[in-house]
C-alpha cells in the first residue's frame, strides 16, 4: 500500500500500530481508540468537479463533518463559483481549476481525491481523466451512459493503481443496511415479492436530465440505480432478468425518453421487484416482504431525511450522521488509508448499468430480456 503524501505515515507501520494494539479486523473497528489513530493521519484532500446542486447543498457541507478528507479544490466552468467558493471554504485559487485546467491537477498534492459531479454525460471522460491525474476518484451515479463506459472506468482505475467508489451514499447508511441485514436473515420460505419506487415531479424544459444526449435517459439514468440497488440488495442476488414499460405523460416535455419507468426485475429463485422511476410524479417506496412479514423503509431513497423502518410490529430509527455523504465520502478515505475494497465500487455501478441497459432493451423491443452481465 502506498503513503500518502505524509512523510509521518506509513501504511505498514500504521498496520502495524494496530495490530499491536489488537484493532484490526476486529470489530472494534470504529472504535474511539481507532478513531483516535486515524485523526492523526493527514486527512485526504478532495475536489469536488462541477459546482451544481448536490455539490453545493451536500457534499460541502458533508466535507465539513468528515474525518478523514476534507474539501481541498474546486473544479468550476462558472469564475463566479470560483470566487464564492473560495471565501466559503478558504479553498486556495492554487486548488481552483476550470474545464480546461482540469489536467493540471495531476500536479497538485493537495488533492488525493476528485468527485465527479457532472451532468451524466460527462462521467466516464472525467472520471477517466482523473485516474490518469493519480487521483483516486468518487463519480456520482449512474456511473456512466451505459454499462460499456462503466467497464472503461473500471479498467483506467485498474491500469492507474487507484481507488474508485460510485457516490452511492445509501451503501453506507444505516436504515438500508438494516433492511439488508433483515431480508437476508434465513427463515421458512422465501422473499417473493418486493416494490421500490422513486420519482419525483420535477421535469421542466432546459433540464439537462431530461436531455437524452446529457442525461441519457431522464428518471431511469438519474433515479433508477437507487431503486435497482435496493432490490439487489435485499433479494442478496443480481436478477436474472426484466420486462420493462415507458410511458409519457407530456410530449412536449418528454423526447427520445420517458417521463415515467416501470419494470419487473426477476430473479433466478422467481423472486420478483416491481419498480418505478418518474420524473411526472412523486413515490418513494421501498417495501421487501417475507412470508407474513415485512419490512418498510419510510422515506426510502431521500438524501438525509429523517428515515424509519416499519414492520408489522414496530417502527424504528436508527443513529444516523447527518449527512449521508459524510460517511460514504470518510468510507472511501478509509479504503485508502487502508487500501481495503470500496463497498460501492466501480463493478456495482457496472452491475446497476447492465439492468439499465436491459430495461431500455426490454422497452424497445416490448419483450423480457436476459440481463447481460458479461
Ligand atoms: P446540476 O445541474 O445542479 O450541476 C451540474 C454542474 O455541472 C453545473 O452546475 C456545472 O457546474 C457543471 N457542468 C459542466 N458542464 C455542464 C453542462 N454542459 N451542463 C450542465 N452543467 C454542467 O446537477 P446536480 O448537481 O443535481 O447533479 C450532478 C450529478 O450528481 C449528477 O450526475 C446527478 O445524478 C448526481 N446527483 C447525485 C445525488 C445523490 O444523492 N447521490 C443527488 C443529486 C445529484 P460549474 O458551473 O461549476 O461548472
Known amino acids: 500500500m502506498k503513503n500518502i503524501d505524509n512523510p509521518f505515515y506509513t501504511a505498514t507501520s500504521r498496520r502495524q500500530a ?26 485526504l484532500g478532495i475536489a469536488l468537479v462541477g459546482l451544481g446542486n448536490y ?47 482540469f489536467d493540471k491537477i495531476k500536479n497538485d498534492p493537495a488533492i488525493d481525491i476528485i468527485y465527479i459531479v457532472l451532468p ?44 474508485l467508489q460510485v457516490g452511492y451514499r445509501l451503501f453506507y447508511e444505516p436504515h438500508h443496511l438494516e433492511m439488508k441485514r433483515w431480508a437476508n436473515e434465513p427463515f421458512e420460505g422465501r422473499i417473493k415479492l418486493m416494490e421500490t419506487s422513486l420519482g419525483f415531479d420535477m421535469a421542466r424544459p432546459g433540464l439537462w436530465r431530461i436531455d437524452k444526449k446529457m442525461g441519457g435517459g431522464g428518471a431511469l439514468m438519474d433515479l433508477g440505480p437507487y431503486v435497482i440497488q435496493a432490490a439487489r440488495r435485499a433479494a442478496g442476488q443480481n436478477p436474472v432478468s426484466v420486462l420493462a414499460q415507458g410511458f409519457i405523460d407530456d410530449p412536449e416535455i418528454y423526447k427520445g425518453i420517458y417521463g415515467t419507468y416501470t419494470w419487473q426485475l426477476k430473479f433466478a429463485d422467481n423472486a420478483l421487484c416491481n419498480s418505478t422511476a418518474s420524473f411526472s410524479s412523486y413515490t418513494d417506496r421501498y417495501y421487501v416482504s417475507k412470508g407474513y412479514d415485512y419490512m418498510e423503509l419510510k422515506p426510502a431513497f431521500a438524501a438525509n431525511a429523517k428515515m424509519s423502518l416499519q414492520s408489522r410490529d414496530e417502527s424504528k430509527s436508527l443513529p444516523c450522521n447527518e449527512y449521508q455523504q459524510t460517511t460514504q465520502m470518510d468510507a472511501f478515505a478509509r479504503n485508502i488509508f487502508d487500501n481495503t475494497a470500496v463497498i460501492a465500487s466501480g463493478e456495482e455501478g457496472m452491475i446497476d448499468m447492465q439492468v439499465i441497459d436491459a430495461i431500455k432493451k426490454s422497452i424497445e423491443t416490448g419483450a423480457e430480456v436476459k440481463i447481460d452481465y458479461a
Open 120 to 163: 451524466n454525460f460527462m462521467h466516464e471522460e472525467y472520471t477517466i481523466r482523473a485516474l490518469e491525474a493519480g487521483k483516486h476518484v468518487i463519480c456520482e451515479k449512474p456511473m456512466a451512459m451505459n454499462a460499456a463506459g462503466c467497464k472503461n472506468m473500471i479498467a483506467a482505475a485498474k491500469k492507474a493503481g487507484k481507488k
Open 18 to 43: 494496530l495490530k499491536n494494539i489488537g484493532i484490526i479486523g476486529s470489530a472494534a473497528a470504529l472504535s474511539p481508540l481507532n478513531l483516535a489513530c486515524l485523526k492523526e493521519e493527514k486527512k
Open 55 to 101: 455539490a453545493t447543498l451536500m457534499l460541502a457541507p458533508a466535507l465539513q463533518k468528515t474525518q478523514f478528507c476534507e474539501l481541498k479544490g474546486i473544479v468550476t466552468g462558472t469564475p463566479e463559483k470560483a470566487i464564492k467558493w473560495q471565501k466559503e471554504y478558504n479553498i486556495s485559487p492554487a486548488h481552483t481549476y476550470n474545464y480546461e485546467t
